[in-house]
């Protein structure tokens, strides 16, 4: 584990706004409670809570990866219609302490779906 610090600093904040997240005609997300993650140089992240997003249209996957700042990440396929989505979405379910606030929330690649709106 390697703290946040002045040579990667990340930063969480509430995101101002509604947040919309949908693919193949079906609202997958939708928050006005997303959190917004600045890691260092990278485009910053927004993160959906589990409660805002159609936990039905998304399956586990066996995929899985490792942040040194954030912990283990899980990965989800969005299944909609006759549309999937692979590895599509991915959650820290139990982040490192540092990374807390993003337990139990839900991040989005925008690539991977067809829409990430903003309001």
């Given amino acids: 584990m390697k703290l946040p610090g002045p040579d990667h600093p990340i930063a969480i904040a509430p995101h101002a706004g509604r947040v919309r997240v949908t693919f193949n005609g079906a609202v997958v997300a939708e928050t006005d409670r997303a959190l917004q993650l600045q ?4 485009p910053p992240v927004l993160y959906i809570p589990r409660e805002d997003a159609d936990m039905a249209l998304l399956q586990r996957t066996a995929h899985a990866t490792h942040c040194p700042y954030k912990g283990d990440a899980a990965y ?3 299944v909609a219609g006759d549309r999937r989505s692979e590895n599509a979405i991915w959650s820290y379910e139990a982040p490192f302490p540092a990374m807390a606030a993003i337990a139990g929330h839900l991040a989005f690649y925008p690539a991977r779906v067809d829409r990430i709106e903003e309001s």
Avoid at 39 to 42: D, I, R, T
């Fill in 39 to 42: 890691e260092a140089s990278y």
């Fill in 76 to 78: 989800y396929t969005i």
